[in-house]
Structures are given as C-alpha cells and as structure tokens.
C-alpha cells in the first residue's frame, strides 16, 4: 500500500490546515483503501479564504492587470498542465475511479485546452465597444461600454469529474479578473488542490484562487450565502442546486447552474444499427455512467429494439471491467458506496415498476471486485417514459430503453422531463436528425455520437438542467459584469438635456 498523501487547504497562497484540526479521508473506490487526507474545513476557513479573494480583487493585483497578463499567467499554467499531466490523471483516476485510460488522453489534456482557450478568447473580446448612434435630443456624447470582473466567485464541484469541471470554472473566473474560492466535493477534492499548485508556480498573485476541502452541507452551504460573494458557480445534483439558488436570492448573487439530468436519445427508422449500438453504449456507460448528459432515455423503434438491444449486450460482454488504474480496463468502480447504493436502489425500483431486465443488474463483488463499488452494465427493455427509474437521474451504468410506434411520440416523450442538459439523435439522414435535433428541448444534441464536451463550444442546461453556459465565450460573459460610460462632449450639453427632460432651467 502506498503512503496516504496529506493535503492542506490552499487560503491566500498558503497551504492551510483546517481551522478544526479534523480530517477527512479520501479512498480509492477500487478497494475503499484510504490514499490521502485533507482537512474538513468549517465556517472559519471559508471566512477566511473569502476575506483573501475580497482582499486580491480589491487590491486590483490581479483585477487591474491588462487582459494580456491575465491570459500569459493562465498560459503558463496550461504549460504546467501539460508538464504535470501524468501526475494529474493519476490522482483523478485514483480518487474518482475514471479510467487511467480516458484521464490521460482526455481529463489531463482537458485542462490545458480550457486554459489556453479561456486565454486566446479573452484576448479575442472586444476591450472597448462604442455606441454608433446619438439620440438628437441629446447633445454629441461618447458613450462605451467594457467588460469588468464581477468580484469575488465561489466554485462548488462534484466528484464526477472533478479536474475538468473545476477548470470550467477558474479559467474563466481568472482570465476576466475575478478571484475565485473552490470547494470540491468531499471525496475526490485533491485535484483541485493541485490545480492550487500549478496556478501559484504559473505566476497567480496570493489569495487570488483559494480551495476550501469541507462538507457541502456545513462549509458549501455557508458559501453560498457568503456576503463576500458576488458570484457562485455551481455543478452537482439539482436538489443542492436548488438550495443554492435559493441562499443566493437574498444577495443577488449571480449564478450559473449546472444540474442533472436524464437526456434521451432518439434513435430514428433510417439508424445505422452499428452506429446506434456505439452511440448508445456510449451514451450510458462513459465514467460507468456517472456522467449528468448521460444518455439514459433510449427511445428506438418497437421492431429496432431487439436488434439494437442484441448489439450492444455482444459489445458489453467484451468490455472489461475493474482497476481503473489498469490501462486495460474500460470501466472502472462506482465513485462511493452511497451512490453504488443509490444505483442499487433503481434498479429494484425498476423491476418493481415491471421494466424487463435485459443485462445486468448487479453489484459484482467476486474476486477483484471484492472490496470496490463495481455494478455490471444494465439495460432495461420495453420501459415507459413513466417509470420512476426512466424520469429520475441515476447516475450509474443503466440504460432504459422505451420503444417508440410514432416519431412525434418519441419527440413529446423526449421532451417529457423536468431535465433539459443533454439529447441526441441517430440517423443517416443529417437533414432529419437537425430539424429533430432543433425540437428537442437541451442545451446540446449530439448526433451520432455523444460526450463530446469542447472548450470552445458552450455547455449547460434548458429546464431544471440548470442555467448559464460553461466553456467558450459564454462562459467569459459569466464572469463580468458590463459597464456603461457615457460621456457629454460639449460645455452645454447637460444645460440642454435639463431643458428637454425637465425643463426648469428657461
Ligand atoms: P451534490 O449536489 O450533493 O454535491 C455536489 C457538490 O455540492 C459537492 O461539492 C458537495 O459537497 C456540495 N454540496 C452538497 N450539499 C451542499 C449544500 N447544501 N450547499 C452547498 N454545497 C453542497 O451531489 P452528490 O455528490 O451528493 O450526488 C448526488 C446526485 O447528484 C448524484 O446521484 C447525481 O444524480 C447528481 N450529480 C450531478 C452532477 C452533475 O454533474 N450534474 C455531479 C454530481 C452529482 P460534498 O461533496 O461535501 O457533499
């Protein structure tokens, strides 16, 4: 067994031990073993992490620097991304239970193409823009307006992919300004802290990025409704997210919200059956299925079903399940014990409810699996878009498969869920699956694929999916305010605009 790692929090440049002295562990989902502690910070660390960020933003070491500087620090940071990335990956892999496989290929470079684009984009906005108009009962004015950081943000991430959805919040958060507090979910917080460490050595000013470890329910709560807070940015279950937008009323923080969901896949009469099976699979099984804009409604037609359904179970038997820090391995354990339980939990449901169960079904405990959360890829059949466990968000490697007579059936049976974030669409006509894709009602629809998050394209939920958009400009829009400066360029021009608006000053 491998020496456990001790973290500390990272408050105004510093590592910091938590103000309580008491510890949180971290395991490997893999075979529970603990592999790092960090401090299970409180009320007063989250004080104190927001009187540094309040402190940075307001001394304009950072704010005040030109959108170039900002940018070469985030560069430089990207570098080290790069230069760390085996480093980064391991830790992701071994803490979420992400395959070693898909965290060095993607989660690792991830991270600097988030950087690097937050950078090149903020580069690319218009500084200064002008009006082109001057109203004629107004004398000649100048009026123009500017992006300007919002102040200090707040970060709260889940577990689910804790690199990459971190990083969709600092590149932006940073390259417009802002200062920034993360708090990472409690069970996988140690990348996040190693972000800390390669933002500090890429040249970010102290108290600028802070990470705060700690129980979402005591130090993310308290968060959210910290008066130092103008912004929270939030990405976890739809419940919290909830809860959080409703602390954040009281202050008019803005938010942007990133929830869950329970996104459909329309499989249309002209789908390649191999292309469908990939999509489908794909759709439900990346990260075992813990993924929110997992495809998990699979709507196909009635006589499709069974083919479809026969494809995907032959190309599951060949997947192999296990260590996820094996490069072999294409499925890796469930993230915790609560959401196994969770996963565990719906699928009883179905088979109460009178969903056919196709594959799977089960924890697998055996041999390897023994001390890990592992649970078998499981499809259901002949569901309806009612059953408890077809509307509610599993998180886990489950697919429901409903089968459709009528195309505009399955449309209004996409659309009938409280969640909006993902969708998607098989076919060999393109023409088809783009007017099916313009009526389904998510903030993305893939066609013919799945899970491809870009950096440079936006990202986020219509519905109880949430609101605002991560990655690309969007995201740079989500971190600044917008500033109007208006300026009368004549000596008499405010007399005048007395006269017309008032008119007291004959
Ligand atoms: P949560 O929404 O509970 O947690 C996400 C983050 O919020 C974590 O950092 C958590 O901290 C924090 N948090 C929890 N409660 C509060 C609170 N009251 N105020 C402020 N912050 C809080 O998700 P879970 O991790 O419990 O997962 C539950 C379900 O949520 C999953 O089964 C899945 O359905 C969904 N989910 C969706 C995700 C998405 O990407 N959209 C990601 C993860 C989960 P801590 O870890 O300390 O509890």
Not at 257 to 277: H, N, T
Not at 365 to 376: L, S
Not at 404 to 414: G, R, S, V
Request: glycine share 8%; hydrophobic share 40%.
């Amino acid at each position: 067994m491998a020496d456990i790692m001790e973290y500390q929090m990272f408050i105004d440049g510093n590592w910091t031990p938590g103000s309580s002295g008491e510890i949180m562990e971290v395991i490997n989902p893999a075979n529970r073993e603990v592999v790092a502690r960090v401090p299970r910070g409180n009320k007063d660390d989250v004080d104190k992490a927001m009187a540094s960020a309040r402190a940075a933003y307001e001394s304009g070491i950072w704010a005040n620097k030109s959108i170039d500087e900002r940018a070469q620090v985030l560069m430089n940071a990207a570098m080290l991304a790069v230069a760390n990335k085996d480093r980064l990956a391991y830790l992701e892999s071994l803490t979420s239970g992400a395959t070693i496989r898909r965290t060095t290929t993607v989660d690792a470079a991830e991270v600097s193409a988030t950087l690097l684009l937050a950078a090149m984009t903020a580069k690319e906005l218009p500084r200064v823009e002008h009006a082109v108009f001057s109203p004629p009962w107004v004398a000649p004015m100048h009026s123009y307006w500017k992006r300007e950081p919002i102040g200090v943000c707040a970060g709260i991430t889940p577990w689910n992919f804790p690199l990459i959805l971190a990083i969709f919040k600092i590149a932006p958060a940073l390259v417009m300004g802002n200062s920034l507090v993360i708090k990472p979910a409690s069970i996988t917080p140690i990348t996040t802290l190693e972000l800390a460490k390669l933002l500090s050595d890429a040249g970010l000013p102290p108290g600028v990025f802070n990470v705060i470890t700690g129980p979402g329910s005591s130090a993310g709560n308290y968060m959210a409704q910290h008066p130092e807070v103008d912004k929270i940015a939030f990405t976890g279950s739809t419940e919290v997210g909830r809860q959080i937008a409703h602390l954040a009323a009281d202050g008019i923080k803005r938010v942007t919200l990133e929830l869950g969901g329970k996104s459909p896949i329309v499989v249309l009469d002209d789908a390649d059956m191999e292309v469908a099976a990939n999509m489908c699979l794909l759709a439900f099984l990346f990260h075992s299925g813990q993924v929110c804009e997992s495809g998990t409604r699979l709507f196909v037609p009635r006589k499709m079903q069974d083919e479809l359904v026969e494809r995907m179970i032959a190309k599951i038997k060949k997947m192999t399940i296990g260590d996820q820090m094996n490069m072999e391995t294409d499925l890796g354990p469930i993230a915790s014990e609560d959401q196994l339980r969770t996963i565990m939990d719906y699928v009883q449901i179905g088979e109460n409810e009178g969903a056919q169960l196709a594959y799977g079904g089960n924890r697998l405990t055996a041999g390897i699996y023994e001390k890990g959360f592992f649970f078998e890829p499981t499809i259901f059949i002949n569901c309806n878009n009612q059953m408890t466990q077809v509307r509610e968000e599993i998180f886990g490697p489950v697919q429901c498969v409903i089968p459709y007579d009528d195309e505009e059936e399955a449309i209004a049976m996409a659309n009938d869920s409280i969640y909006g974030l993902g969708g998607g669409v098989c076919s060999t006509n393109a023409n088809r699956a783009q007017k099916i894709a313009s009526r389904l009602r998510t903030g993305t629809v893939w066609i013919n694929t799945w899970h491809v998050l870009r950096p440079d394209a936006p990202f986020g939920g219509y519905k109880q999916s949430g609101y605002g958009r991560e990655c690309c400009y969007h995201s740079l829009l989500a971190y600044s305010e917008v500033k109007h400066v208006c300026q009368d360029l004549t000596p008499d021009g405010s007399e005048k605009l007395l006269n017309v608006l008032i008119g007291s000053n004959k």
